[in-house]
């Protein structure tokens, strides 16, 4: 048996938070008793700054029911950061953690593969959704525009899977081990490691309210993941730079030829040239600074170099471990 928590962002989600607390209710209810998951698991809201009834809806929930629990941030602080807290709450209370949307577009019966795959022993579980049959064209066209983008850029980040899935405790710490303040989820959880898997769902249509999630936030959401996982973009300065340097030794020879021939005004060979000779050797340059920047980015983070995942050892190794260590503060203390 397992004990799961399922943590839920809600920023405005009034109109829908009651259908979905009691769906949840109920597939928790039929999961227990099916004996696949402990008595003690909950079901936690995390109300992102919300100004409707949210909030008042998730406290009267807890009120009601031990099964759910609330998690009120200070403000409005945006999906990501939302889940973030709410998985930083409950990190070391449950066996596996499963985030999911307020808006029950996630499928709550893919639970059960989700727990199967963990039972299988898959640290992480990818909820990928199997079609965009229910988007709008719109819709469709930019998710699946956004998920190439991402790709292209370097941001390695698994193909149709939102925020849908499920992480042990364990992925979970390894989750918390990573420092960046610009924590872009989809793309920092397949840098955890560990044994995954993917669950295949139908995502439906939202069930009420509307979208939180215009084109706008779409687009700043992306540009964030590009800026918080790779630096790129600044290869591609450079390698634009590069381009234009080939482009004008081209033009020069291309130029001189003509200007042997005569076909060409004084001067203007010359000047063509340098102009892209000298963009070339700017972009170049600015990428080369670009470059160290990216350094330096990178570094501030203060990612973690490696988790482990296995440590095979007796109590002999225990022993001496600490036998050296002592060796070393002997050492130190003499030093
Ligand atoms: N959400 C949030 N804070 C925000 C925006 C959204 O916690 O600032 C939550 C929202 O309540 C929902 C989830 O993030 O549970 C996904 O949002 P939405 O369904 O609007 O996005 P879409 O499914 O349209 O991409
Ligand atoms: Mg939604």
Redesign the pocket.
């Known amino acids: 048996m397992v004990k799961l928590y399922v943590v839920?962002?809600?920023?405005?989600?009034e109109a829908v938070l009651e259908e979905t607390a009691s769906r949840l209710k109920q597939k928790f209810t039929q999961l227990s008793d099916r004996h696949r998951i402990t008595d003690d698991s909950r079901i936690v809201f995390?109300d992102?700054g919300s100004r409707d009834r949210t909030w008042e809806l998730i406290e009267q929930f807890h009120a009601q029911n031990d099964l759910f629990m609330g998690v009120k941030l200070s403000r409005?602080?945006?999906?990501q950061n939302?889940?973030l807290a709410g998985l930083y709450s409950v990190r070391n209370m449950a066996d596996a953690v499963v985030s999911m949307?307020?808006?029950l577009?996630d499928d709550i019966d893919a639970l059960d593969q989700f727990l199967d795959e963990f039972s299988k022993g898959a640290e992480v579980v990818y909820g990928v959704r199997s079609s965009r049959k229910k988007d709008s064209f719109f819709k469709k066209f930019s998710a699946e525009g956004f998920y190439r983008l991402m790709n292209f850029m370097g941001a390695d980040i698994v193909f149709n899977h939102?925020d849908y899935r499920l992480l042990s405790n364990r992925a979970l710490n390894g989750l918390f081990e990573f420092k960046e303040v610009n924590l872009f989820l989809r793309g920092i959880v397949p840098m955890i490691g560990y044994q995954s898997s993917k669950v295949y769902y139908e995502r439906s249509e939202?069930f009420a309210g509307?979208?939180?999630?215009p084109l706008k936030k779409m687009l700043a959401f992306a540009f964030e993941g590009i800026t918080s996982l790779t630096i790129k973009p600044i290869r591609l300065i450079i390698s634009l730079g590069c381009m234009m340097l080939l482009v004008s030794v081209g033009m020069l020879v291309y130029f001189l030829v003509q200007h042997a021939l005569g076909h060409t005004v004084a001067g203007w060979t010359s000047l063509i040239v340098s102009i892209w000779a000298i963009g070339a050797l700017q972009l170049i340059s600015i990428g080369v600074i670009g470059e160290y920047v990216g350094k330096v980015y990178l570094e501030t983070k203060e990612r973690p170099r490696f988790l482990i995942e296995q440590f095979l050892k007796d109590e002999t190794a225990q022993e001496r471990e600490d036998i050296q260590g002592q060796v070393m503060s002997e050492k130190m203390r003499k030093g």
């Open positions: 839920i962002p809600c920023y405005n989600e995390v992102d409005n602080r945006g999906h939302a889940l949307d307020a808006d577009q939102a939202r509307e979208s939180k999630y």
